[in-house]
């Protein structure tokens, strides 16, 4: 039968993250899976500031370089994850030689020095970056980041002409997580307006897609999606993945995570999904590929964070040992039956 990169030709790229072990060459099931399924690849982990840029005075391409020429060789487009975001951001960054607090002018001319090295490193091979990676929070306001304190929100801008300056041929986007979230929705449309009154253009605007099996509602997420072509943005699915496990709540706080109730949900499956949860499991990915192929004219790409479920971050998250199903191939390499039924829903459009 099909593969998926088979299946959606034509529509929209079809993508997964990859890991370290996968860019070592010390996966070769799943970057079989890769070349055969897939025809994007972002890099899950190695682009982020603190692995790519550990100290002011040395940058560290090894992985990413390794990354990018995998995806030449194969033929595949390649994004690059992240060049601007509040975590996992080395220290550095924002103190200086005394540890004091640096000054906007300091820190602008660290992020230009950051993003221009790194986008002109892979002119011509990266096609697009997520310039700006979650800088509005769930209410719709400007995530109060070191960014956004030492710089006010104007980081955001100068951001993308960094960018923009180093390829101008590269895409650029604003990748963010919760989009369906109606007041985060409308923040991120505000600050999107605004930055393109100010002539900064976003190729597309990035929906995370960490998605849960009753949450978000499919509506809501729709709405968003709506929101955002209109803006004459592309609109980028960049890491979806579906938990089976209830939804930690954020609120919950250490001593509930830490509970036995709490524990038992880590792996209540044990590698044997129950139907019922399959089934729901299923009809949500196939709710949101028909949803991504009826707006197919502004999603130009849907990406899958991991290959398999042994590679899925939803693991030990948020407490080490939790195991979660979210992805598309099981722990074994295995397509799971959702594969074909991707498959034959698209090619029944
Ligand atoms: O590689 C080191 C290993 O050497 C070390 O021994 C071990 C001990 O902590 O850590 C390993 O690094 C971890 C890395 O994942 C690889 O597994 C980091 O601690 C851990 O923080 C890191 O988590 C990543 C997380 O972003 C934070 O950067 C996840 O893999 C990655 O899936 C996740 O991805 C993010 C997107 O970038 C942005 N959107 C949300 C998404 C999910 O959180």
Redesign the pocket.
């Known amino acids: 039968s099909l593969t998926l990169k088979e299946a959606f030709k034509g529509k929209f790229l079809i993508g997964t ?1 990859m ?2 072990y996968q860019i070592m060459g010390k996966d070769t099931a799943a970057t079989n899976i890769i070349k055969k399924q897939f025809n994007a690849i972002v890099a ?2 190695c682009m ?1 500031s603190e692995r790519i840029h550990p100290r002011e005075d040395k940058f560290d391409f090894s992985l990413a370089d390794k990354f990018v020429q995998f995806g030449t060789d194969n033929n595949l487009v390649v994004t690059g ?2 060049l601007i975001w509040h ?2 951001a080395p220290d550095w960054f924002f103190v200086d030689d005394a540890g004091k607090m640096v000054s906007k002018e300091t820190l602008i001319a660290r992020m230009k020095n950051h993003i221009q090295t790194i986008v002109t490193r892979y002119k011509g091979k990266i096609k697009g970056w997520d310039v700006v ?2 800088a509005i929070n769930d209410d719709g306001t400007y995530r109060s980041s070191k960014f956004y304190q030492i710089i006010g929100e104007d980081y955001i801008k100068l951001a993308f002409q960094f960018a923009r300056e180093a390829d101008p041929d590269a895409e650029l986007y604003y990748n963010d ?1 919760s989009m369906s979230i109606p007041a985060k929705r409308n923040g991120v449309v505000a600050m999107v307006k605004k930055l393109q009154k100010q002539g900064i253009t976003i190729d597309a605007i990035g929906m ?1 897609s ?1 998605l849960g099996l009753d949450n978000p509602d499919i509506k809501d997420f729709e709405a968003s999606l709506e929101a955002f072509s209109s803006l004459e943005c592309k609109v980028m699915i960049t ?1 979806m993945d579906i938990s089976i496990l209830p939804f930690p709540d954020k609120n919950a706080g250490a001593e509930v995570t830490k509970s036995f109730e709490y524990k038992q949900q880590m792996d209540p499956y044990r590698e044997s999904v129950p139907d019922s949860v399959t089934t729901a499991f299923e009809q949500r990915y196939l709710s949101f590929f028909k949803l991504f192929e009826k707006h197919k004219k502004a999603v130009t790409r849907v990406t899958l ?1 991991g290959v398999t479920d042994a590679n899925s ?1 939803k693991n030990n998250w948020p407490v080490p040992g939790r195991k979660d199903y979210p992805l598309l191939f099981s722990r074994n390499y295995a397509p799971k039956p959702i594969v074909d039924k991707i498959i034959k829903q698209t090619l029944s459009e």
């Open positions: 993250a890991n370290a899950e982990n982020k994850h992240t975590s996992q990676n979650e997580y995370q960490h890491e964070w971050w």
